[in-house]
């Protein structure tokens, strides 16, 4: 994948704007007592399903639909928050999506799925196989399979750090959760030189 540009970001956050609001940081002062130091606290919680990955698929949908402009819709395979994010993005611009999840998932990651509008499918005993079977299902209705990783995915939420990095005060260290999500704040910390004196720690 190829970095993507601070100006590249910073477009993506106009688009993500259309849809959400920028959610908060916010400083706890009985945390910042427990852990004797003052701590920000980004809340990506505050997205319309409650997680950053909306900020990816609206992104990612927007410009696979630009690609494909006869596209009917997508297939993904999650665990939740995912999932979410595509039902949101394929409702907003028109597209059915069909989610595979395994079975014994979470009861309310399915219910928040389902009420974006999605298809849900249970299959397989783990992640792999519901992934697996997501492909084949693509392949079978003429859809597109999502990947969990994408270059549109990753610009898309990149966009929280920036947020992040631009609201909060200067900081010292940056912890982000091991994943995913550590690409698009690692991205951010090479693409934005102001924040050069910002570590990134997993």
């Given at each position: 994948?190829?970095?993507p540009?601070?100006n590249?970001?910073?477009?993506?956050q106009?688009?993500?704007?259309?849809?959400m609001?920028?959610?908060p940081?916010y400083?706890?002062?009985?945390l910042n007592?427990?852990l004797?130091a003052?701590?920000?606290i980004?809340?990506?919680?505050?997205?319309?399903v409650?997680?950053?990955?909306?900020r990816g698929?609206?992104?990612y949908?927007?410009?696979?639909?630009?690609?494909h402009?006869a596209?009917q819709?997508?297939v993904?395979?999650?665990?939740?928050?995912?999932?979410q994010?595509?039902?949101?993005a394929a409702?907003?611009?028109g597209l059915?999506?069909v989610i595979?999840v395994p079975?014994g998932?979470?009861?309310?990651k399915?219910?928040?799925?389902a009420?974006?509008?999605?298809?849900l499918?249970e299959h397989g005993h783990?992640?792999?196989a519901?992934?697996e079977?997501?492909q084949?299902?693509?392949e079978?209705?003429?859809l597109?399979?999502?990947?969990s990783?994408h270059e549109?995915?990753?610009?898309?939420t990149?966009t929280?750090?920036?947020?992040?990095?631009?609201?909060?005060p200067?900081?010292?260290?940056?912890?982000?959760?091991i994943g995913?999500g550590?690409?698009?704040?690692a991205?951010?910390q090479r693409?934005?030189p102001c924040?050069?004196r910002?570590?990134?720690?997993a």
């Amino acid at each position: 994948m190829e970095l993507p540009s601070l100006n590249q970001i910073r477009a993506a956050q106009a688009f993500v704007y259309k849809f959400m609001p920028p959610t908060p940081q916010y400083t706890w002062p009985l945390l910042n007592n427990r852990l004797g130091a003052e701590i920000w606290i980004k809340h990506e919680n505050h997205t319309p399903v409650g997680a950053f990955k909306v900020r990816g698929t609206l992104l990612y949908l927007h410009w696979l639909k630009q690609k494909h402009p006869a596209l009917q819709g997508v297939v993904a395979a999650t665990r939740g928050n995912h999932g979410q994010g595509v039902g949101m993005a394929a409702r907003l611009f028109g597209l059915k999506a069909v989610i595979v999840v395994p079975h014994g998932n979470s009861v309310e990651k399915n219910r928040a799925m389902a009420a974006q509008g999605v298809e849900l499918i249970e299959h397989g005993h783990d992640f792999q196989a519901a992934f697996e079977f997501a492909q084949k299902l693509a392949e079978e209705r003429g859809l597109v399979f999502i990947e969990s990783i994408h270059e549109q995915l990753v610009l898309g939420t990149s966009t929280y750090a920036l947020e992040f990095l631009e609201g909060a005060p200067e900081l010292d260290v940056v912890y982000v959760p091991i994943g995913w999500g550590l690409r698009s704040a690692a991205w951010l910390q090479r693409a934005m030189p102001c924040a050069a004196r910002r570590r990134l720690w997993a």
